[in-house]
């Protein structure tokens, strides 16, 4: 399953950026950005997160998901729109020759320590 891949991940690079002296603090919530592009199913990544989560420092964690939607600039009118079909053409010019600007996020924003 792709969303126990990105679990699995997402755990590395948490436990990872917890400062060397806090290795003794609960994480309490994890905060996510996640572009509808990345193919991510919130719930189900949430689930996989709590069994990836077991018997490490993010036992019990909160993974909060903000889902970015996909946006995209024409390069031909400069036109700038939120794509919510899958069409990828110009909304206003028809072109073809679109750049992404967001939608492909899968960004760990911050993370939420609690001390004891
Ligand atoms: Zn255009």
């Not at 917890?18 to 719930?43: F, T």
């Not at 679109?98 to 899968?106: A, F, K």
């Amino acid at each position: 399953m792709h969303e126990m891949g990105v679990a699995m991940q997402i755990i590395e690079i948490a436990t990872a950026s917890i400062p060397e002296d806090m290795k003794g603090a609960r994480v309490e919530r994890i905060n996510l950005k996640v572009g509808k592009l990345s193919a991510i199913v919130p719930d189900s990544l949430g689930f996989c997160f709590e069994i990836a989560a077991k018997e490490t420092q993010l036992e019990g964690a909160e993974l909060v998901i903000e889902e970015i939607p996909v946006t995209a600039r024409c390069k031909d009118c400069d036109n700038e729109w939120t794509i919510d079909s899958p069409v990828f053409s110009c909304s206003r010019c028809q072109s073809g020759s679109i750049e992404l600007l967001s939608g492909r996020e899968l960004d760990i924003d911050s993370i939420e320590v609690k001390e004891d």
